[in-house]
């Protein structure tokens, strides 16, 4: 793969996700940037099922199938650093920040307050999903949330507990 290559799809998957945000407008800015340059639309529509069906990021699996696609394992490795630089670079200039503000009294006050705003935030949530049940699965679906407080108070694994609360759902809330 020549270099001049290897710097398109660089240059291709800077671009991407400096303009958008990971899921559809990603990859609809892909399917107009790539189709007829890099991939045929059949490759392309190959490469975005199968980067679904794996899991992971869906952005960073499509971006390296596509430069594998077109420039083996170098290319996979540019599409991959082009993918991956922008939030990299982003997230070390905001911890930069607030390593400098660090010490500053109004940024721990400022994420104190954002805690009770988070708090009523997740319950806002909650209260949403309950009332949102319908007839008599209102009361099931109290129940189920109920025992999974319990299990969570028990330090059971939120894990495990999702899966039952899950399964509690297929059962009794059909």
Not at 139 to 163: D, F, Y
Request: glycine share 12%.
């Amino acid at each position: 793969m020549s270099v001049a290559a290897w710097f398109k799809l660089f240059w291709l998957f800077i671009k991407i996700n400096l303009l958008t945000t990971s899921g559809p407008a990603s990859v609809g800015l892909l399917y107009k940037e790539s189709v007829g340059v890099f991939l045929s639309e059949s490759e392309f529509v190959e490469a975005v099922g199968f980067s679904s069906v794996l899991p992971g990021s869906d952005a960073l699996q499509l971006a390296m199938f596509v430069g594998y696609a077109v420039g083996g394992i170098s290319g996979a490795l540019a599409a991959l650093l082009g993918s991956i630089l922008p939030p990299t670079v982003l997230m070390l200039g905001v911890i930069s920040i607030l390593q400098r503000l660090r010490g500053e009294t109004w940024v721990s006050n400022f994420v104190h307050g954002l805690a009770p705003a988070v708090a009523v935030l997740m319950a806002l949530v909650a209260w949403q999903v309950f009332y949102g049940e319908g007839g008599g699965k209102m009361g099931l679906s109290i129940v189920i949330g109920i025992l999974s407080l319990v299990a969570l108070l028990l330090k059971a694994p939120p894990p495990l507990v999702l899966i039952g609360a899950g399964l509690l759902g297929v059962i009794f809330l059909r």
